[in-house]
């Protein structure tokens, strides 16, 4: 087996050598030392010492073959090459020739510098590549910086501009209202509708050569549109509400509309109503649900089983067949054909046709007129007057009548009376036990047991007087303020027996029939006085 022989050319500071390695003696070839020689272009060389080499028998030895050190060499070399986007510069390493330098990472980096590259230099990556790299790859040496973009400016709507699907209303315990399906948009007066949140600007970029990639200018927004239900903060920044109402958005401006209009029936189709504005129903109230208004409310058709609260008036064209259920609530008037099976509480005044087996709080006056003009059974709690054609009936239904009376006062009366009857029911009990208990004590015939019983049942004594006495106290005050003589009762046909009037504080359970008569009260007592039209 042959050994390769090595040779090489070393050029030092006094010459230029010739290093043999020929293992187990083998041949030197003489051409191989000639190309050698040839390729570093030596000159003046020393033929004797050249035949040296041929002639040594050595296995490793060195020649000098000229004293001038005036050869060819090439230090190491890179390409630099620069991506059509200018965002990237990658370097590729070539080897030095015969045995050239091997360049440095500070020569490399001024090299990039010296050139097109002048920003993004990974100095970093620079040092390691210099320090060992692969000849003929290409190595990521530069990265630019590209822009930060900056923002539009936009509208921020503080409401859903998009048409609502319906969705029912989760409640606390995990059920279902589907009554509840919240379709209208609402805003309250005032309300911040629209808010301009103003652009952002964004930061410039910069790419390897040092060109700066400029940053796109964000949108600015266009001034917001008012209406007559909008209006502007003084900066422009902001819409707002002028009016309470239902929010019409058509994609460009805002409209409050105050009044909500419901084409038809409020039925599962709308879902409970509830509105910060006026509503108008065109069509019913269908049993179960809820029309409530901040503003009045007109119905067109007929309320069944509903409950319809406004802080305003209330109109019911049809009226309403209450099955025992419905309630009617206004802070101002409520106005209706007729009224049967239902509770109405009015801040005002009551006007209808007939009032039918209901109960009736009116803080105003109530006047049925029309064709019929009734009033039959049920309550009816009016603080001023009631007019009417005929209250009772041929057939003595129980009908409950009481004017001049706050009626909001009169049931807090009469729930305070309830209260202190139950108290006064409890506290007999415990006070028949403590005088038992009691008589025993002074006997000395009480138990442990009894004594701990005792001294519980003396607390709880204690604790029912003194709920008792600030009861007493409030049914005292509230009592005062429902003594009076003013409110009347108008029958313009007839009153019919077993009607029952209390007016102020005096009362008449009316035995016969009276016809087109005035009850008012007169020194604590009802007097009949005749109707004069």
């Given at each position: 087996m042959k050994t390769k022989v090595s040779a090489k050319i070393e050029v030092r500071s006094d010459g230029v050598y010739v290093l043999i390695d020929r293992g187990l003696l083998e041949p030197v070839e003489r051409d191989r030392i000639n190309e050698l020689i040839a390729s570093y272009q030596v000159q003046d060389i020393d033929v004797i010492a050249i035949d040296n080499i041929f002639e040594s028998e050595e296995t490793k030895f060195e020649v000098k073959i000229s004293g001038n050190t005036d050869v060819y060499q090439e230090p190491e070399k890179i390409e630099i090459a620069i991506s059509k986007n200018k965002m990237e510069a990658y370097v590729t390493f070539f080897a030095p020739v015969n045995g050239g330098e091997a360049l440095t990472a500070k020569e490399v980096q001024d090299t990039l510098t010296s050139g097109d590259v002048s920003f993004g230099i990974m100095e970093d990556v620079v040092k390691e590549v210099s320090k060992m790299r692969e000849y003929g790859k290409q190595y990521l040496f530069a990265s630019g910086l590209n822009y930060v973009a900056g923002k539009d400016a936009y509208?921020?709507?503080?409401?859903?501009?998009?048409?609502?699907?319906?969705?029912?209303?989760?409640?606390?315990?995990?059920?279902?209202?589907?009554?509840?399906?919240?379709?209208?948009?609402?805003?309250?007066?005032?309300?911040?509708?629209?808010?301009?949140?103003?652009?952002?600007?964004?930061?410039?970029?910069?790419?390897?050569?040092?060109?700066?990639?400029?940053?796109?200018?964000?949108?600015?927004?266009?001034?917001?549109?008012?209406?007559?239900?909008?209006?502007?903060?003084?900066?422009?920044?902001?819409?707002?509400?002028?009016?309470?109402?239902?929010?019409?958005?058509?994609?460009?401006?805002?409209?409050?509309?105050?009044?909500?209009?419901?084409?038809?029936?409020?039925?599962?189709?709308?879902?409970?109503?509830?509105?910060v504005g006026s509503v108008a129903?065109?069509?019913?109230?269908?049993?179960?649900?809820?029309?409530?208004?901040?503003?009045?409310?007109?119905?067109?058709?007929?309320?069944?089983?509903?409950?319809?609260?406004?802080?305003?008036?209330?109109?019911?064209?049809?009226?309403?067949?209450?099955?025992?259920?419905?309630?009617?609530?206004?802070?101002?008037?409520?106005?209706?054909?007729?009224?049967?099976?239902?509770t109405i509480r009015a801040g005002r005044n009551i006007n209808a046709e007939a009032v039918l087996h209901s109960k009736i709080m009116c803080r105003g006056n109530m006047e049925l007129a029309g064709k019929t003009g009734y009033l039959v059974g049920g309550e009816a709690n009016v603080q001023g007057r009631i007019v009417a054609k005929t209250i009772g009936s041929a057939m003595g239904t129980a009908t409950t009548i009481q004017v001049g009376l706050d009626p909001e006062a009169y049931e807090e009366y009469r729930e305070y009376i309830k209260e202190y009857n139950t108290l006064k029911a409890e506290y007999d009990k415990v006070d028949a036990a403590v005088k038992s208990l009691k008589a025993l004590n002074e006997k000395n015939a009480l138990t442990?047991?009894?004594?701990?019983?005792?001294?519980?049942?003396?607390?709880?004594?204690?604790?029912?007087?003194?709920?008792?006495?600030?009861?007493?106290?409030?049914?005292?005050?509230?009592?005062?303020?429902?003594?009076?003589?003013?409110?009347?009762?108008?029958?313009?046909?007839?009153?019919?027996?077993?009607?029952?009037?209390?007016?102020?504080?005096?009362?008449?359970?009316?035995?016969?029939?009276?016809?087109?008569?005035?009850?008012?009260?007169?020194?604590?007592a009802v007097k009949v006085l005749p109707y004069i039209p």
């Open positions: 509208y921020d709507y503080h409401f859903d501009t998009k048409k609502k699907v319906p969705k029912p209303k989760v409640l606390e315990d995990g059920s279902v209202d589907f009554r509840a399906l919240n379709l209208i948009e609402m805003a309250k007066k005032d309300m911040n509708l629209i808010t301009i949140v103003p652009e952002v600007m964004g930061t410039d970029g910069m790419n390897v050569t040092g060109e700066v990639i400029p940053c796109p200018k964000p949108k600015t927004a266009n001034p917001i549109t008012t209406t007559k239900t909008t209006y502007l903060s003084d900066d422009g920044q902001k819409l707002f509400a002028t009016v309470s109402g239902q929010i019409i958005y058509d994609g460009r401006k805002v409209t409050i509309n105050p009044v909500l209009e419901v084409p038809g029936d409020v039925n599962s189709s709308t879902g409970n109503i509830d509105f129903v065109k069509g019913n109230v269908v049993a179960g649900f809820l029309v409530s208004a901040d503003g009045d409310i007109d119905i067109n058709g007929v309320v069944e089983s509903s409950y319809i609260k406004a802080k305003g008036n209330v109109l019911i064209s049809r009226g309403v067949q209450g099955a025992d259920k419905a309630e009617i609530i206004a802070e101002g008037d409520v106005s209706l054909k007729f009224a049967e099976n239902c442990d047991k009894n004594k701990n019983i005792f001294l519980k049942l003396l607390h709880q004594q204690a604790h029912l007087r003194d709920q008792l006495m600030k009861l007493k106290g409030r049914l005292e005050l509230i009592s005062s303020s429902l003594d009076g003589e003013s409110g009347s009762i108008t029958a313009t046909d007839v009153i019919r027996s077993g009607v029952k009037v209390t007016i102020g504080n005096a009362k008449m359970h009316i035995r016969d029939d009276i016809k087109s008569c005035v009850l008012k009260n007169e020194d604590s």
